[in-house]
């Protein structure tokens, strides 16, 4: 075969129109363009030039797909191994065969198996990391304790080694009514298990659990041979629509189950530990917590321990809400900003003591590995340990690095750590961020030869008016242009990571730009200081004390920026999700534009940006339809609690209670996926049945997250001295919500919807607790009605009952969880339900209360068996009842 013709006869533009238009443009002419093939594949040419330059980004990305395609098809490994073993053998004699038939050598680039063989390359190292993905889902998937988590909860007594650092955080129980009774601190352990009790004996066993404990247990250390009484859960799936599934995440970090034990004593140690290093990094970041917590208050004391060391875990609910909600929740996951703050302080310290490269080097390396180790190893961290180890590297030996190729070899080596990384948002978010910074701080290319000599003449002429002003106004100049500078690179991040944060999250922070720039300056005094005072407090108190205090003052001051300007009105949207292919769909417009460097791409990026979050804003945010005449009602799941969201026929959303047991520190979690779920926003109303916590705990957090139109009450329900009804009150007072309190009758007041009506408690209400004087809502459709009675007992269900009877065969909810000694078949028999919901915990569950409340021929269904319970009543009287768990919708 000849070689192809020269350059000079490449196709100008109108021959390149003619030729497709005639269909004549072949692989050859293609070529032209190029002129040899060396050119594209040659080290001197376009692709061998970047093969060259960047290897390892490649090398990421064959990795990535390996991984993905595995995922998709994997059944077993041995299937895994027979695929990938047919593509890699195929790859590998494909050029072989090539050169066989067409008698090419191989060693010319113009050779077409030249090409070949880099594509069998390719193929052969996607079917490397495709194979090791296998092994490693083979290696968690043959756990023996699998075949117990897939069954009921189960009381259990296994043994095992402590697999990991003890984490501790606040014990949510601690927060509500019976704080005295409980421990303020609850641990959870990753244990190796390798032996379980069967009838006297322990019997071999594997796999890894989470072990919840009441306690603090933080003294152990990891190596440490356990035994554990407790009862063994697997790790549950999502039960309402909308809720993230968590799976995933334990199954990247290796978790199989989960065993809940009743207090510290259920664990003891049979062995200690004979890991000496892991247990001294155990030791530096539990005594390094307690040194930060001595130096600061219950406010930033949460914030320090999840700077300095890691361990988020301490944060509340309602402070970690205000960090998403101003674009800096990235401080409580230690990340490569963390390390580089932490390696700049070094740096200057090393350099200071005049030491060679070689010693920075492995100084600086040392203080990395020690910092990723105490702070848990976390994907981030590793990505900038390596990034900062490559880059002292390089400087050593005096050699240059390109930071994409640096970014490309920490992405291969976290995936060779764990292939499941591939799936980790936290990583997704922490690469596209670094990746952000490096593109957005490059040059804009000027175009031509002309314009860079123009913008030089115009740069330097800027730099001489500067020298001949006075040191004020060119320091001014200098500090404006670096603040200027962060806010541009915190534009940057803010608007490439919002569709992954807006999907993941449900917020969209306006307010993040400045936010971030704002903490900058506490962040670089904090965490140096926090290190030091982890350092410095355990030789004695008073050499922590000043880094401490300096600590402390720093986060005061970030906390006081965060807290001002989470409060900005429209500073921050609660919205629902955008779709995957809506995220997908914008990443890949953001990566073609990258091939247009010019300062019109940077104003198309950025219209690209507001272009998609409008239309995205307008596609989510539109209610899910529903059938026409129909009545539908979403009985989420929230455990032991009530809360159901009611869409009817005029196009109205309402919410029946919103809270659960258990829930001092008032999330809301639950509830709003479940919201968002059908494009909810804004609620026409809320109505609150009665004053038990567990009915309407969740209505502050509902209040920041969604409109709400009117709130209805019972009679003097928010007039009662309790603490928890006292945050509910500040709540509607923040909010200036209007509040509505209606007695039997009086709905028609408040709302315009004559099927809409209250039919308990009296005007007076009844003798007994805030149970009998429970909301109950009647809502009438087409000839059936729908009853949601609270938490009805007597005698508040003698004056339900000796009411007219609604018609027969409609849906009511179970009074009080279906509890058995609340005279509930009384309620049963007067509204004779063809469907019975119950929203309660697993006592709920139980034969008995189906029993009972089906004794009238009506189906039962249950929250905690069945998850979220989906009903709707049509025009004719049909009524469709899908749970969650078995049909989802």
Same mark, same amino acid.
């Given at each position: 075969?000849?070689?192809?013709?020269?350059?000079?006869?490449?196709?100008?533009?109108?021959?390149?129109?003619?030729?497709?238009?005639?269909?004549?443009?072949?692989?050859?002419?293609?070529?032209?363009? $190029?002129?040899?093939?060396?050119?594209?594949?040659?080290?001197?040419?376009?692709?061998?030039?970047?093969?060259?330059?960047?290897?390892?980004?490649?090398?990421?990305?064959?990795?990535?797909?390996?991984?993905?395609?595995?995922?998709?098809?994997?059944?077993?490994?041995?299937?895994?191994?027979?695929?990938?073993?047919?593509?890699?053998?195929?790859?590998?004699?494909?050029?072989?065969?090539?050169?066989?038939?067409?008698?090419?050598?191989? #060693?010319?680039?113009?050779?077409?198996?030249?090409?070949?063989?880099?594509?069998?390359?390719?193929?052969?190292?996607?079917?490397?990391?495709?194979?090791?993905?296998?092994?490693?889902?083979?290696?968690?998937?043959?756990?023996?304790?699998?075949?117990?988590?897939?069954?009921?909860?189960?009381?259990?007594?296994?043994?095992?080694?402590?697999?990991?650092?003890?984490?501790?955080?606040?014990?949510?129980?601690?927060?509500?009514?019976?704080?005295?009774?409980?421990?303020?601190?609850?641990?959870?352990?990753?244990?190796?298990?390798?032996?379980?009790?069967?009838? %006297?004996?322990?019997?071999?066993?594997?796999?890894?659990?989470?072990?919840?404990?009441?306690?603090?247990?933080?003294?152990?250390?990891?190596?440490?041979?356990?035994?554990?009484?407790?009862?063994?859960?697997?790790?549950?799936?999502?039960?309402?629509?909308?809720?993230?599934?968590?799976?995933?995440?334990?199954?990247?970090?290796?978790?199989? %189950?989960?065993?809940? /034990?009743?207090?510290?004593?259920?664990?003891?140690?049979?062995?200690?530990?004979?890991?000496?290093?892991?247990?001294?990094?155990?030791?530096?970041?539990?005594?390094?917590?307690?040194?930060?917590?001595?130096?600061?208050?219950?406010?930033? +004391?949460?914030?320090?321990?999840?700077?300095?060391?890691?361990?988020?875990?301490?944060?509340?609910?309602?402070?970690?809400?205000?960090?998403?909600?101003?674009?800096?929740?990235?401080?409580?996951?230690?990340?490569?900003?963390?390390?580089?703050?932490?390696?700049?302080?070094? *740096?200057? %310290?090393?350099?200071?003591?005049?030491?060679?490269?070689?010693?920075?080097?492995?100084?600086?390396?040392?203080?990395?590995?020690?910092?990723?180790?105490?702070?848990?190893?976390?994907?981030?961290?590793?990505?900038?340990?390596?990034?900062?180890?490559?880059?002292?590297?390089?400087?050593?030996?005096?050699?240059?690095?390109?930071?994409?190729?640096?970014?490309?070899?920490?992405?291969?080596?976290?995936?060779?750590?764990?292939?499941?990384?591939?799936?980790?948002?936290?990583?997704?978010? #922490? $690469?596209?961020?670094?990746?952000?910074?490096?593109?957005?701080?490059?040059?804009?290319?000027?175009?031509?030869?002309?314009?860079?000599?123009?913008?030089?003449?115009?740069?330097?002429?800027?730099?001489?008016?500067?020298?001949?002003?006075?040191?004020?106004?060119?320091?001014?100049?200098?500090?404006?242009? $670096?603040?200027?500078?962060?806010?541009?690179?915190?534009?940057?991040?803010?608007? =490439?990571?919002?569709?992954?944060?807006?999907?993941?999250?449900?917020?969209?922070?306006?307010?993040?730009?400045?936010?971030?720039?704002?903490?900058?300056? +506490?962040?670089?005094?904090?965490?140096?200081?926090?290190?030091?005072?982890?350092?410095?407090?355990?030789?004695?108190?008073?050499?922590?004390?000043?880094?401490?205090?300096?600590?402390?003052?720093?986060?005061?001051?970030?906390?006081?920026?965060?807290?001002?300007?989470?409060?900005?009105?429209?500073?921050?949207?609660?919205?629902?999700?955008?779709?995957?292919?809506?995220?997908?769909? $914008?990443?890949?417009?953001?990566?073609?534009?990258?091939?247009?460097?010019?300062?019109?791409?940077?104003?198309?990026?950025?219209?690209?940006?507001?272009?998609?979050?409008?239309?995205?804003?307008?596609?989510?945010?539109?209610?899910?339809?529903?059938?026409?005449? /129909?009545?539908?009602?979403?009985?989420?799941?929230?455990?032991?609690?009530?809360?159901?969201?009611?869409?009817?026929?005029?196009?109205?959303?309402?919410?029946?209670?919103?809270?659960?047991?258990?829930?001092?520190?008032?999330?809301?979690?639950?509830?709003?996926?479940?919201?968002?779920?059908?494009?909810? *926003?804004?609620?026409?109303?809320?109505?609150?049945?009665?004053?038990?916590?567990?009915?309407?705990?969740?209505?502050?957090?509902?209040?920041?997250?969604?409109?709400?139109?009117?709130?209805?009450?019972?009679?003097?329900?928010?007039?009662?001295?309790?603490?928890?009804?006292?945050?509910?009150?500040?709540?509607?007072?923040?909010?200036?919500?209007?509040?509505?309190?209606?007695?039997?009758?009086?709905?028609?007041?408040?709302?315009?919807?004559?099927?809409?009506?209250?039919?308990?408690?009296?005007?007076?209400?009844?003798?007994?607790?805030?149970?009998?004087?429970?909301?109950?809502?009647?809502?009438?459709?087409?000839?059936?009605?729908?009853?949601?009675?609270?938490?009805?007992?007597?005698?508040?269900?003698?004056?339900?009952?000796?009411?007219?009877?609604?018609?027969?065969?409609?849906?009511?909810?179970?009074?009080?969880? %279906?509890?058995?000694?609340?005279?509930?078949?009384?309620?049963?028999?007067?509204?004779?339900?063809?469907?019975? =919901?119950?929203?309660?915990?697993?006592?709920?569950?139980?034969?008995?209360?189906?029993?009972?409340?089906?004794? *009238?021929?009506?189906?039962?269904?249950? /929250?905690?068996?069945?998850?979220?319970?989906?009903?709707?009543?049509?025009?004719?009287?049909?009524?469709?009842?899908?749970?969650?768990?078995?049909?989802?919708?």
């Amino acid at each position: 075969m000849g070689d192809f013709p020269p350059r000079r006869h490449s196709l100008s533009g109108a021959s390149w129109v003619k030729t497709l238009r005639k269909g004549r443009l072949f692989p050859r002419q293609l070529f032209r363009q $190029f002129g040899n093939e060396g050119d594209l594949f040659g080290s001197d040419g376009r692709i061998g030039s970047f093969l060259h330059r960047f290897p390892f980004v490649i090398a990421s990305v064959l990795a990535i797909v390996g991984v993905l395609c595995d995922s998709w098809w994997y059944e077993s490994l041995q299937s895994s191994a027979l695929r990938w073993g047919t593509v890699g053998v195929t790859a590998a004699i494909l050029p072989s065969v090539h050169r066989h038939f067409f008698g090419i050598k191989s #060693s010319a680039t113009r050779d077409p198996a030249h090409y070949m063989v880099w594509a069998s390359a390719a193929v052969l190292f996607v079917c490397v990391f495709g194979c090791w993905h296998a092994v490693c889902e083979q290696s968690y998937r043959r756990a023996s304790i699998l075949e117990l988590v897939d069954q009921t909860s189960q009381p259990i007594i296994v043994r095992g080694t402590l697999d990991r650092a003890v984490t501790l955080r606040r014990n949510p129980l601690s927060f509500g009514p019976r704080r005295v009774s409980v421990s303020p601190w609850q641990s959870q352990l990753t244990v190796a298990i390798d032996r379980r009790r069967v009838q %006297g004996d322990f019997l071999p066993i594997d796999g890894l659990v989470l072990v919840y404990v009441d306690g603090d247990l933080s003294d152990l250390r990891p190596g440490d041979a356990l035994e554990i009484y407790g009862w063994l859960h697997s790790i549950d799936g999502p039960t309402n629509p909308g809720e993230p599934d968590l799976r995933p995440s334990y199954r990247r970090r290796g978790i199989h %189950g989960r065993i809940e /034990t009743k207090s510290a004593g259920a664990v003891t140690v049979i062995k200690e530990s004979g890991r000496p290093v892991r247990s001294l990094i155990a030791s530096i970041a539990t005594q390094g917590r307690r040194s930060l917590l001595r130096h600061t208050d219950d406010q930033t +004391g949460a914030l320090a321990v999840a700077l300095v060391i890691g361990q988020r875990e301490f944060v509340d609910p309602k402070t970690r809400d205000a960090l998403l909600a101003t674009g800096t929740a990235h401080l409580l996951s230690v990340s490569g900003m963390h390390l580089a703050i932490l390696v700049l302080v070094a *740096t200057w %310290g090393v350099s200071a003591l005049g030491l060679q490269p070689t010693s920075r080097f492995l100084v600086i390396v040392a203080i990395s590995a020690l910092y990723v180790a105490v702070t848990g190893g976390r994907p981030p961290v590793m990505r900038a340990a390596i990034l900062i180890a490559v880059l002292l590297l390089s400087t050593c030996f005096r050699r240059t690095s390109q930071p994409l190729n640096t970014l490309a070899v920490a992405a291969v080596t976290l995936i060779v750590i764990n292939p499941m990384n591939v799936f980790a948002v936290g990583v997704h978010l #922490s $690469f596209l961020a670094v990746i952000t910074l490096m593109l957005a701080g490059r040059p804009i290319a000027p175009g031509s030869m002309q314009r860079e000599l123009e913008l030089q003449r115009e740069t330097g002429f800027e730099s001489l008016i500067e020298t001949s002003t006075g040191p004020w106004i060119r320091n001014t100049k200098t500090l404006l242009r $670096f603040f200027g500078q962060m806010a541009w690179l915190s534009a940057c991040v803010t608007g =490439i990571s919002l569709p992954l944060v807006w999907q993941q999250f449900h917020l969209v922070s306006v307010v993040s730009v400045f936010t971030n720039v704002a903490v900058w300056a +506490g962040l670089m005094i904090a965490l140096p200081m926090g290190v030091l005072t982890v350092i410095l407090d355990p030789i004695h108190y008073w050499l922590g004390a000043v880094p401490g205090t300096m600590c402390h003052w720093a986060l005061r001051y970030m906390w006081t920026v965060i807290d001002w300007t989470q409060r900005v009105p429209g500073g921050h949207f609660w919205l629902p999700s955008p779709s995957t292919a809506s995220v997908i769909c $914008f990443y890949l417009v953001m990566v073609v534009s990258l091939l247009w460097r010019t300062r019109r791409a940077v104003w198309f990026r950025c219209g690209w940006v507001l272009v998609w979050t409008a239309s995205t804003f307008l596609m989510v945010t539109r209610p899910g339809p529903l059938p026409p005449d /129909t009545l539908e009602a979403t009985f989420v799941d929230v455990g032991h609690g009530t809360s159901v969201i009611v869409r009817t026929d005029d196009g109205k959303v309402w919410l029946y209670d919103c809270g659960r047991m258990g829930n001092s520190q008032g999330t809301s979690r639950d509830i709003d996926t479940a919201l968002w779920s059908l494009g909810v *926003t804004h609620l026409d109303g809320i109505f609150l049945s009665h004053a038990d916590a567990d009915h309407y705990n969740a209505l502050p957090a509902i209040l920041d997250r969604f409109g709400v139109d009117v709130l209805i009450t019972p009679p003097g329900m928010l007039d009662q001295d309790e603490d928890a009804l006292a945050e509910i009150r500040l709540a509607i007072a923040v909010h200036s919500t209007n509040v509505r309190e209606i007695a039997a009758g009086g709905l028609s007041d408040v709302i315009d919807n004559p099927a809409m009506s209250v039919l308990h408690p009296p005007l007076g209400g009844v003798p007994g607790s805030d149970n009998a004087n429970s909301l109950v809502l009647r809502i009438d459709h087409f000839g059936s009605a729908f009853l949601l009675p609270g938490d009805l007992e007597p005698p508040g269900t003698e004056s339900l009952v000796s009411a007219p009877r609604p018609p027969a065969g409609g849906v009511l909810m179970a009074p009080h969880h %279906g509890s058995l000694t609340m005279n509930a078949d009384a309620v049963l028999a007067w509204a004779r339900p063809r469907e019975t =919901i119950v929203s309660g915990s697993r006592r709920a569950a139980r034969v008995e209360v189906e029993a009972m409340l089906s004794a *009238t021929g009506s189906g039962v269904h249950v /929250t905690a068996r069945d998850g979220a319970v989906r009903v709707r009543l049509d025009e004719l009287g049909r009524i469709q009842v899908r749970t969650w768990r078995e049909e989802p919708w």
